[in-house]
């Protein structure tokens, strides 16, 4: 998909606030700081649409992006990030579960992760979360620059295999700095929506 047309649309807390057009959607998920808004924007080639920092819990809502009047990136706050209060944290565990369970026109997660790293406990009960409630996955094992090529075999098969990850769901190696996987992505993306 070439995208000409992509905007904000809002930030979400509650179910009222959602769109309420019908749209397909797709839920990014990881861990702070792995790279979700940077994949946004990478997948819609734009600088600035989705605020990225290096700063980890940079995005604290459901933050809704139309593409092309096709479908809707929704960047989910990150897990993982250790200065949050007991009470936020449970606000966003509340916020996440409302959202997964509950959302009809959610197509698929995005469920990122740190291809230099295995996934860590919390990837592993967002996946197992996510399968739970039947939603699909598509694993994305982002900032696969900061790896030599030699290496993505082996990252790839210990991504898997900690997740365990279902047969009928697929991983794909990534790239924000590169744009490695986008054409996949964007095939993944089409048959879905
Ligand atoms: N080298 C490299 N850096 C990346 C890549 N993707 C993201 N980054 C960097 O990682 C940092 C965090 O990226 P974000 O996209 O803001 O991460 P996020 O998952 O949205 O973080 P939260 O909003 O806090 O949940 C930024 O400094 C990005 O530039 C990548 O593919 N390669
Ligand atoms: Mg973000």
């Known amino acids: 998909m070439k995208v000409n047309r992509a905007e904000f649309i809002i930030s979400a807390v ?8 019908n749209l ?13 808004s940077s994949f946004i924007n990478k997948m819609t080639n734009r600088k600035n649409l989705a605020r990225t920092s290096s700063k980890p819990g940079k995005t604290q809502t459901l933050n809704y992006y139309k593409i092309e009047d096709k479908f809707y990136f929704v960047d989910v706050p990150g897990y993982g990030y250790a200065k949050v209060s007991k009470t936020e944290r449970a606000k966003w565990g509340e916020m996440l579960e409302t959202y997964f369970t509950k959302r009809e026109t ?7 992760v740190d291809f230099r790293h295995p996934p860590t406990q919390d990837d592993i009960q967002m996946y197992n979360f996510l399968k739970y ?9 982002t900032k696969a620059d900061k790896i030599p090529k030699s290496k993505w075999n082996k990252h790839e098969k210990i991504a898997k295999e900690a997740l365990d990850l279902d047969p ?16 996949k992505v964007w095939n993944y993306i089409e048959s879905i929506i």
Do not use: H, M
Not at 106 to 112: D, E, I, Q, S
Not at 133 to 141: C, D, F, I, R, W
Not at 168 to 183: A, K, N, P, Q
């Open 24 to 36: 397909p959607e797709i839920a990014l998920a990881g861990r702070s700081n792995v790279g979700k």
């Open 168 to 183: 009928s769901d697929r991983l794909i190696v990534f790239s924000s700095e590169l744009g490695t996987g986008i054409d």
């Open 133 to 141: 409630y039947n939603v699909p996955v598509l694993v994305l094992a």
């Open 106 to 112: 959610l197509k698929a997660a995005v469920c990122v």
């Open 14 to 21: 509650s179910p009222a606030q959602y769109p309420n057009t």
